[in-house]
């Protein structure tokens, strides 16, 4: 017998603490706005954010509490928050309405210096009108000098979340991030993680400020068909190439990295016996003016040194290149020959232990033993590229634009399939929104028909 008394009164201590812990609280208004239920007019009891008799100071424990508080305002900003303050009976009916007032000031005063504003908030003192203990005792009058906060909607809302309605009849309470006729993508307010559902499961959307967006997969759009891609004969030989058609668009861009083959670097600086250092490499880059014009930039260098004369040569250029595609697909699908014309900067410079074997125009260093050339010219150039996959290939241009005359390498198509894919779902989400209100319309004038109608058929029947 004296077990089972001792249990039961476990029970209810455990059930008071739980009553008083703000945190269970919180949890509870959590999971209300999860299953898209209201949690308006729930309390947050702060049981244990007592004052001390006559005072309104808020303790440690109190912040502490109220920084879950915080959270939960940051988390659901469609909340607000009505501030109620209590006092005990120990003085007289107008210290207790101040006294009351004051305590629940004093936590709006933290939730505010916290970041939470001040026009979500609202201050009410009840003195001692309201006990929920003995005011006879010492441990009754300290639980009735409390703070209670009561949930209520921002009035421009018509609720605090927005809704998820399913086909099956459940709720989701959310906030919803994107929507279209594919899939809903939402978060909860229990959890930071993005949720996506298909739209196929989805009945309607209920929003917090009223807006409803309802799922008749009837009158939606048949999602459109990618075009085909049609299939290249086999090459000669073992390899098969990939389909590599609409290589080039309005907003083409690309990247080349290439090796000269003949340096054309001046006569001058030449010799029998180069000790290579670097070929002449070139790196460019292109970007789309049109379907077959471009514009870009290519910087190329060449480093050497002579075995015997231990002379160290730099050449480096930089050019602004203007192209034209001629863009044959109608032949052959894979190849893109194209001309183009460039602005060049080229620098030259020779470090040498014998300056005398520098020799040409230009500025020369004695002490350094260094010569320099600066120079600019324009030039033109010409060259195919052969597209091997959609967006990667090889080209072979030749023209005195960059450190060599020939240049062999590789060519990257930069990948839009993302932004076509985007620009696709937005014009697909057009269209059904066109497709709704003309649907609407329809409906609108069928149900003006069918009341005329009937109108009618009562007049004929009088």
Known sequence: MFKHILKCL???ICMTTMAQNPEAEINAILQKLD?????????INLGDINFKTGDYTLEPIAQSYLDKVVQLLQIAPNIDLQIKGHADASGSASINNELAINRASSVQQYLYSQGIANERMKSIGYGSAYPVADNDTKEGRAKNRRVELEVIKKEAVETIQDIIVLRDG????????????????????????????????VKELIFASGKKVEYEFAVMPDPI???????????????KFLQASNYIDNDFRNWHF??????????????????IITPPLVLAYERGISDKVGWGIEAGTYLRRHKQLKEFYQYYTLGLRLMYHFNIEHIN????????????????????????????????????????????DANIFAGVRYYTRENFGFFFEMGVNGPANYKLGII??????????????????????VQEKEAAKMQKQQDKQNKQNSKNSDNENE
């Open 412 to 433: 990257k198509l930069l990948d839009k399939s993302a932004k076509r894919q985007r620009k696709a779902e937005k014009a697909a989400a057009k269209e059904l929104k």
């Open 35 to 43: 299953q898209g239920e209201s949690a308006e007019n729930m309390l």
């Open 333 to 376: 699908e894979n190849l893109d020959p194209y001309f183009g014309a460039s602005l060049n900067y080229r620098a030259v410079r020779v470090s040498s232990p014998n300056h005398e074997s520098c020799t040409g125009s230009g500025f020369f260093n004695k002490s350094a033993f260094t010569y320099y050339q600066d120079d600019f």
């Open 258 to 275: 290439g090796v000269g083959l003949p340096s054309n670097l001046g006569p001058t600086f030449k010799d029998a016996s180069p000790q």
């Open 225 to 239: 068909p990618e075009p085909e891609k049609p299939k290249r004969k086999k090459q000669s030989g073992k390899i």
């Open 10 to 12: 476990l029970l209810l």
């Open 170 to 201: 459940s709720r989701i309470g959310a906030i919803i991030i994107s929507y279209d006729d594919k899939q809903v993508e939402y978060k909860q307010f229990s959890s930071p993680k993005v949720y996506i559902i298909e739209a196929s499961k």
